[in-house]
């Protein structure tokens, strides 16, 4: 019989497909009734596809060997009660650098050059009536990265191209970087005029961006977030941003999506965007592709191209 693998996630087209042909595939995204489906087929699943797996599911799956995580962070699953039952665990590294990168600047730059807010200046017919007021440059500021991973290096790549001086922090120095390391969070905003946060997800790194470096950034600073929305102390984000003690945001994260505070829609120096990060046609196909060859190797008894835990 072939194995069968629980798909948890919207995954493209291409990589359910490249699944179908090697195994038996039961969705549990997108049916009426997912209960009804782990009840019928959770003793047959070997292989996850997708993410968004707690403890709870697991349970559910007593003959689960893999969970192939469509993304990179990985805090959406309980490791410990994977590691615990030997469940080999992976991810998308790689894949989506650029899609992130990509929005980041597009972040930064709406956020400086008031971009939305310029379209519907022109749209509304403002422009015949007065100039649309002066805004700021990227240019000869400088951008502290909270996590200089493979992400945020290409962002600091494309910030610096933008004649940034850049700084990050992260838990070590990285001797092959040309960037300043600065160990401390709230000392990286005092450094910085915009701090773009791309560190992973999960208990390590919950609130890091507290009110105290929120503070440090000060009402001429700004907080770019593209990483999750668990990393930075909302209310007092929200708070700060009212009170003009922050200068403005730029967020594709939150704390309870799809659920975006009213207060953070209301205000002109936030721009917000719909955690699409990685969501583009090639980062996805990308993702799917590296989904499928991860659980191909583990049933074909080949190292993992991308294994986590």
């Known amino acids: 019989m072939r194995p069968a693998v629980l798909v948890t996630k919207p995954l493209p087209k291409s990589c359910i497909a490249a699944l179908e042909r090697h195994y038996t595939v039961h969705m549990l995204v997108g049916v009426p009734e997912p209960d009804a489906v782990l009840a019928k087929h959770g003793a047959e699943v070997r292989a996850i596809a997708g993410g968004k797996v707690p403890r709870s599911l697991m349970e559910q799956l007593p003959n689960l060997e893999i969970i192939a995580n469509s993304g990179v962070g990985v805090d959406s699953i309980d490791l410990n009660a994977a ?5 080999a665990v992976t991810n998308t590294p790689g894949v989506l650098n650029d899609s992130v990168a990509e929005l980041a600047i597009a972040l930064m730059l709406a956020l400086a050059r008031s971009v939305p807010q310029a379209d519907r200046f022109v749209r509304e017919g403002k422009w015949q009536e007065r100039m649309f007021p002066l805004r700021n440059e990227l240019s000869g500021k400088t951008a502290g990265i909270l996590g200089l991973g493979r992400i945020g290096k290409e962002i600091a790549r494309r910030l610096a191209a933008l004649k940034m001086k850049i700084v990050y922090c992260g838990r070590t120095k990285q001797e092959d970087q040309p960037y ?19 560190a992973p997800g999960g208990k390590a790194t919950d609130k890091i961006v507290s009110r105290q470096v929120l503070e440090a950034l000060g009402p001429e600073g ?7 929305g668990s990393l930075v102390d909302q209310p007092a984000l929200i708070e700060l941003l009212q009170s003009g003690k922050l200068g403005g945001a730029a967020l594709d994260v939150f704390d309870d999506e799809p659920n975006v505070p009213a207060e ?5 120096n936030v721009i917000v965007s719909p955690h699409q990060g990685s969501r583009t046609e090639e980062a996805r196909e990308a993702m799917g592709r590296l989904v499928a060859e991860n659980i191909i190797a583990h049933f074909e008894g080949r190292p993992l191209p991308s294994r986590v835990a």
Request: glycine share 0%; net charge negative; proline share 3%.
């Open 264 to 268: 953070l829609l209301t205000l002109e």
């Open 180 to 198: 300043a390391f600065i160990s401390d969070p709230v000392a990286l905003a005092h450094e910085c005029d915009w701090l773009v946060v791309i």
């Open 83 to 87: 590691q615990a039952r030997n469940i």
């Open 222 to 228: 700004y907080l770019v977030n593209v990483a999750r």
